[in-house]
């Protein structure tokens, strides 16, 4: 399975953008997809996760502003990023996690939030 980021961009401090993550394949088996970033010189970091069974997790930092969502019929998942802020700015990963296959990644989309 090939994941494919998209949907990055340069956005004002206060606006928001939607993220997708297209998969090759069904989505169905992965038993968790993520959306993880890495801002430079710092270490990657999760941002948002989706359980097979539908709950979300996210961390203190982006609660309340990132909605991630998925939509089965079209192997995609979402990032909602709303009340963007400069700390924002990053490269966004799309993380699909398999019990029996492990870990599948996809490229980066880059997020610029300027001021």
């Known amino acids: 399975v090939q994941l494919q980021a998209s949907g990055g961009g340069l956005v004002h401090a206060g606006g928001s953008l939607r993220l997708s993550c297209a998969a090759s394949g069904s989505i169905f088996s992965f038993n968790a997809m993520s959306w993880y970033r890495q801002a430079p010189g710092k270490q990657r970091e999760l941002v948002a996760v989706?359980?097979?069974?539908?709950?979300?997790n996210y961390p203190d930092s982006v609660k309340g502003r990132f909605s991630i969502s998925r939509a089965s019929a079209k192997n995609t998942v979402y990032l909602q990023m709303n009340s963007l802020k400069l700390e924002d700015t990053a490269v966004y990963y799309c993380r699909g996690w398999e019990l029996t296959r492990g870990e599948f990644w996809g490229q980066g989309t880059l997020v610029t939030v300027s001021s």
């Open positions: 989706i359980y097979s069974g539908g709950s979300t």
